[in-house]
């Protein structure tokens, strides 16, 4: 026999299953994953149409692929579609160009200004608390979009020093790219982007308002400052560095791409995950009484302070908790460069790699009862015995998300100031929804009347 008849190919459905495996990728993206991996185990070859999808559900193979050998996997499905609109952002860009743009942003994240920036982030959220208590007794509030304003306003402030709440169509926006970009993925991009679907309508229209936002941002930093960049925030940053390409048009470029893509990472991840907090304690409120004590003991009626982290130990853990069972980036695809192998699998160059921290986050091998919110999983006693790439929710390897501190602690202040003083009750019509686009958000908002805490 030959090499290539020894390598061993992942099992996964028969190629006559596609037409129900593309009505799924079109309906129900977490439930292709999860039926997958309860069917196949901890490697699967999904073909669909055209494409060959290699799914690798072990922490073993996302530390292979996202660490250990994250130089042979760039970008792959989904975030190649997403370029269009995103163009070569640090979520989008490869090789040196994103070395480049990683160096460039790092200093914004380094630990010294993130603990200097925790006074902005309570004061937002203490903007938050006051406008759903004016809700109080009303009519439900859309506690997803208020979130959405509060990771914008706090992006503004920490890291553009710039007010974005003159820019409200900032998350319809946004909408409509992850919309078109989750379109491109599931039609294997065989819709010709000419096609005027109001989809596509929506999208150009879309991109158009970011960059016109992204262009007016520049601009009044650079009548502001002259164009010195004197400022130690991305923005400021982007200008100096990219004012140093010799072709100008390259540099306007960079810059839009850098800002919408800081922009849409910036504010649609750490919503999301506040979004299902609030949804999640309302069907435990055990879980919510424990986080309003622990409030309560800790920050009495002032304010947060960075300090303050470490002592709402168990708000923490009911971050990590709604990590776990909806990771704010859900899916993790990969493009191979050259031949590999992971788990004993072969991988062909060019081929399409998925590692999906939905389902690695309930991977029952890992996870007790992993349906289950249970945020003392995360008490350090249950934990020390997992391994590491079993919980990626934001990300691994080099690609490791760059604002993951930041998002944590404007998750933690917020969710503690919020149940310090009110109680967010779902409305009884509503259903809630996974929907997994760029992020795993809540599907259509999240409705939810306001009520004194108790």
């Known amino acids: 026999m030959t090499a290539t008849q020894l390598r061993r190919v992942p ?17 129900d993206r977490l439930a292709l994953m999860s039926s997958t991996a309860a069917e196949y185990g901890d490697a699967a070859r999904i073909s669909i149409g055209p494409k060959t999808l290699y799914f690798f559900n072990h922490p073993d193979h996302a530390k292979h692929v996202l660490a250990d050998n994250a130089a042979n996997y760039h970008k792959g499905i989904g975030l ?18 994103w070395r480049t743009q990683r160096t460039m942003i790092q200093p914004a994240f380094q630990p010294k200004r993130i603990a200097e920036q925790a006074g902005i982030v309570a ?24 979130m959405t304003g509060l990771t914008l306003g706090v992006l503004g402030r920490t890291l553009l020093d710039a007010d974005l709440g003159a820019f409200g169509s900032v998350g319809h926006s946004f909408d409509a790219v992850q919309d078109q970009a989750m379109f491109e993925m599931v039609s294997m991009s065989l819709v010709p982007t000419w096609v005027p679907l109001p989809r596509q309508l929506r999208f150009r229209r879309a991109r158009a308002e970011l960059q016109r936002i992204v262009d007016r941002l520049v601009a009044e930093r650079i009548t502001r400052d002259g164009g010195q960049g004197r ?25 839009r791409d850098e800002l919408v893509t800081l922009l849409l990472a910036g ?9 299902w907090t609030f949804a999640l304690i309302d069907r435990h409120p055990e879980v919510r009484a424990r986080l309003h004590a622990e409030a309560v003991q800790v920050l009495g009626d002032r304010m947060p302070a960075h300090e303050d982290l470490h002592r709402l130990r168990y708000t923490a853990m009911v971050v990590e908790e709604v990590m776990r069972l909806y990771p704010p980036v859900w899916i993790l695809p990969r493009q191979a460069q050259a031949d590999d192998e992971v788990g004993g699998y072969h991988v062909p160059g060019g081929a399409d790699v998925l590692i999906c921290p939905y389902t690695l986050h309930r991977h029952p091998g890992f996870w007790d009862t992993p349906e289950r919110f249970d945020p003392e999983r995360f008490d350090p006693s249950r934990a020390s015995h997992r391994p590491r790439y079993a919980y ?23 969710i503690a100031m919020i149940t310090r003083e009110l109680r967010l009750a779902t409305a009884p ?22 009520h004194a805490a108790t």
């Open 11 to 27: 099992p996964g459905p028969p190629r006559r299953a596609t037409f129900g495996l593309l009505r799924k990728l079109a309906s």
């Open 80 to 97: 190649i579609q997403a370029r269009r609109a995103l163009g070569d952002g640090l979520l989008t860009s490869e090789g040196a160009l």
């Open 123 to 146: 004061e937002e959220a203490a903007k938050l608390v006051h406008r759903l208590r004016t809700h109080g007794g009303g009519e439900p509030v859309d506690v997803l979009q208020e």
């Open 231 to 255: 400022g130690d925030d991305v923005l400021s940053r982007l200008i100096v560095s990219t004012g140093q390409e010799a072709d100008p048009q390259l540099g306007q470029r960079r810059m």
């Open 267 to 275: 504010h649609e991840t750490t919503a999301s995950t506040l979004g």
């Open 392 to 414: 990626i929710p934001f990300g691994a390897g080099p690609r490791f998300c760059v604002g993951n501190s930041l998002g944590l602690m404007e998750a933690t202040f917020t």
């Open 429 to 450: 019509d509503h259903r809630v929804v996974a929907e997994p686009m760029l992020s795993l958000r809540v599907r259509g908002g999240l409705p939810m009347t306001v």
